[in-house]
Structure formats: structure tokens, C-alpha cells
């Protein structure tokens, strides 16, 4: 079946850990991101990436990191220099140039 | 500052019924605009979209309006169903900046049985 993996569904981090989602797609897809929900919010843009090997700060960047090394995999690392961590990740793919995108099922973090 | 807003946060509608779901934007850059759907727990999965050449665009139950003089823009459903219960996500982009989807923050549609 083609789409987007996240794992996991669920993660719980002790304060001052770093922890990383997994996001993989098999839509061979160019494009990927995330973003972030909170309650009675939007989806908030956290980095995207046209292509491997270049990904670029979305509109709340601070606090994560990615990598994009591969064309179907976008990891996203959620440091400890993220204040507010606890929220639902989604992560998304396009292809080049798409106006539509399309997301996995979504990765709940909450800090304990 | 929102540029996307969808100012009601929830929405009753009885089973049968319309439901029209709203979206204001203030960017006039604006140029493609799209709705998506989701479940509590999921992502969200796309349902329509229109582009600001079109005033008007239908798929099934579903039609999506833009007023691009009013900024705004609607999504119809009708008629609505139990399983259209969801959160509705109105965004908009440039199509010039591919990457850059903005999203409003969601309106609740509950249909009664």
C-alpha cells in the first residue's frame, strides 16, 4: 500500500531528552514535512524539504532538527531546546511542486 | 497574525441538512485554496480544492466557494452525514511558494442523527 508511515503513535519523554519521530513515505514523493497541531490550533510548519540532502526551517523551527538523507525517509528530532514539546506531529509529502499535500496518521508526543 | 481564519469553532448541523463551513484570508497573494478533513487522532486527509481563477468548484456532496473580492471562501455539504463529523481545516497558498501551506484552525462539524 503507498503512503506515509509515522512512528511511533505515541511517545512519552522525560524533560531534557531529545527524541526522535520517524516519518517514511513510499509515494516517491520529492517534497516532505511537518507540522505540528496543538488544541484549537492550526497545523504550524516545522521544516519542510524539496529535496534530498536540503530541507529548510518552516514557521516554528526552533527546538528541532531533520535530516533528509534519504528520498522517502524525513526524521524530525524534538530537542530539549523545544519549550513547549507535548503536541501532535504530522508528517506530510507532495510531489515537486504539488499545490495538495498529503499526511500520515500523526505521532503524539506528550513530556512527562 | 492569522492569515488564514476560520472564526467558528464548531458547528451542529441535523443529519440531511447543509452544512457550510467558512474561511477568511488576508493575504491577497493567495491563490489556491484547499479543505481537508480529519478525524480525531489521524491526519488529516484532503477532501477539495479550488484555485482563484474558479469561483466555484463541485466534487459529489461536497462544493468549496471563493469570493476572492470578500476573501473568503465556504465548503457545502450536502447533504451532510453522521460520518462528515470531523474537524475541517480550510488553507491557502501561493502557488508561486509551493511549500508554503497555511492553515486556519479548524472548525468542529458535528451531524446529529
Known amino acids: 500500500d503507498g503512503g506515509i508511515t509515522q512512528s511511533p503513535k505515541y511517545l512519552f519523554r522525560k524533560e531534557g531528552q531529545n527524541v526522535t519521530l520517524s516519518c517514511e513515505q513510499n509515494?516517491?514523493?520529492?517534497?516532505m514535512y511537518w507540522y505540528r497541531q496543538d488544541p484549537g490550533q492550526g497545523l504550524r510548519l516545522i521544516y519542510y524539504?524539496?529535496?534530498?540532502?536540503?530541507?529548510q526551517k518552516g514557521d516554528i523551527a526552533e527546538g528541532y532538527s531533520v535530516s533528509r538523507e534519504k528520498k522517502e525517509s524525513f526524521p524530525l528530532t524534538v530537542t530539549s531546546a523545544q519549550k513547549n514539546p507535548t503536541a501532535f506531529y504530522l508528517c506530510?509529502?507532495?510531489?515537486?511542486?504539488?499545490?495538495?499535500?498529503?499526511f500520515g496518521e500523526g505521532s503524539w508526543l506528550t513530556v512527562v | 497574525d492569522q492569515q488564514v481564519k476560520q472564526n467558528s469553532p464548531s458547528l451542529s448541523v441535523q443529519e440531511g441538512r447543509i452544512s457550510i463551513l467558512n474561511c477568511d484570508y488576508t493575504?491577497?497573494?493567495?491563490?489556491?485554496f484547499l479543505w481537508y478533513k480529519k478525524y480525531p487522532a489521524e491526519g488529516p486527509t484532503f477532501l477539495i480544492s479550488i484555485s482563484s481563477i474558479k469561483d466555484k468548484n463541485e466534487d459529489g456532496r461536497f462544493t468549496v466557494f471563493l469570493n476572492k473580492s470578500a476573501k473568503h471562501l465556504s465548503l457545502h455539504i450536502v447533504p451532510s452525514q453522521p460520518g462528515d463529523s470531523a474537524v475541517y481545516f480550510c488553507a491557502a497558498k501561493k502557488m508561486s511558494s509551493s511549500y508554503k501551506l497555511i492553515f486556519g484552525s479548524g472548525t468542529r462539524l458535528l451531524v446529529r442523527p
Open positions: 493575504n491577497s497573494m493567495f491563490d489556491y
Open positions: 506530510a509529502s507532495s510531489e515537486a511542486a504539488a499545490n495538495t499535500i498529503y
Open positions: 524539504s524539496q529535496i534530498v540532502n536540503d530541507f
Open positions: 509515494l516517491n514523493h520529492d517534497a
